[in-house]
């Protein structure tokens, strides 16, 4: 974490350390030992940067930053211990999953403990509009997992199906975090607007590269398994491109390749994905969104903050893990 949007609220991430580290404090061991063991992995951290980036440029005074970012770390982590046990993951962030070192009981069991506590500290915050962002884009969040589970090993899954499963998966809950950041900070009605739209477009292009590195990125670099979206039958949109692009030999490819979720021939499929245009068209899709997300930074006065949020932007869409 030492890129300079890390760095530019340095203090503040220490303080959410902290703060999860306490929260974590349960009369249950088995849910202490696994909260740690998931906290400590680390990860980007990116959604609770989003919140003390957010509250920062809008020249936020007081403390509850450091909550509303333990919140939606908490909230996140939650949902990654149910994905792991619904996509039967076994690496995440390069350490076995929870499901796979403990069980998915105890996965999907601490999964709740985690979010319970998210809500708990929310309540602490005692900010209506906070609370009525955050439970709609949890439950907006589990609309998009139910969406992706019928699109799972569907060959004929449409691109605005995926780009809407990722807008409710993935970008609710950037969007949340930047947008309850500039909520707690009492932005204007058109700085909220602005940093809203910033954290959607940004959580679609970070999935929109996610879904791209998954052919080309490195196991090492990823901390999971290249191959893991097909092998889990995702139907992401550089095999939605290459079977609209394709000869029908190539279409033929990738349907079976999503039926079967075999990964044996995953470089020949990469290969074909490449050459169909698959991972350019969704390169350019991110680009598209990241543009969209450094227009609406210009809402917002210049700061050390609104720069971190621009240089977050580059970064989302050049970044290789």
Request: charged share 20%; with cysteine.
């Amino acid at each position: 974490m030492d890129h300079p949007f890390y760095t530019t609220v340095k203090a503040d991430f220490a303080a959410v350390d902290t703060l999860i580290k306490s929260s974590l404090v349960t009369r249950v061991p088995l849910v202490e030992e696994i909260s740690t063991y998931l906290i400590e992995a680390g990860g980007k951290r990116l959604r609770p940067l989003l919140v003390l980036l957010s509250a920062n440029a809008c020249q936020y005074q007081h403390r509850q930053h450091i909550n509303l970012a333990a919140i939606i770390e908490f909230l996140h982590t939650a949902m990654l211990l149910h994905d792991d046990v619904v996509d039967e993951s076994d690496l995440r962030r390069g350490r076995k999953t929870v499901n796979s070192a403990w069980g998915n009981p105890a996965s999907v069991l601490v999964g709740d403990f985690l979010h319970s506590r998210a809500f708990e500290m929310m309540v602490e915050i005692g900010n209506m509009r906070v609370m009525e962002i955050l439970s709609h884009a949890t439950n907006t969040i589990a609309e998009g997992e139910v969406q992706q589970l019928g699109n799972i090993r569907n060959p004929d899954t449409t691109e605005q199906s995926y780009i809407e499963v990722i807008n409710r998966k993935t970008a609710m809950l950037f969007e949340a975090a930047s947008h309850s950041g500039a909520v707690l900070a009492g932005a204007s009605a058109i700085q909220e607007q602005a940093l809203k739209h910033y954290g959607c477009h940004l959580g679609v292009a970070f999935q929109l590269i996610d879904d791209i590195l998954d052919y080309q990125g490195s196991t090492e670099q990823l901390g999971k398994n290249v191959g893991d979206d097909l092998a889990e039958g995702k139907v992401t949109l550089p095999l939605i491109v290459a079977m609209r692009n394709g000869t029908p030999s190539q279409a033929t490819q990738v349907r079976e390749a999503i039926l079967t979720g075999d990964v044996g021939d995953i470089d020949e499929l990469f290969e074909t994905v490449k050459a169909t245009g698959g991972l350019t068209y969704t390169e350019e899709l991110a680009a598209a969104e990241i543009e969209k997300a450094t227009a609406c930074l210009l809402q917002l006065p210049p700061s050390k903050y609104r720069d971190a949020m621009h240089n977050l932007a580059l970064f989302s869409i050049n970044r290789e893990f």
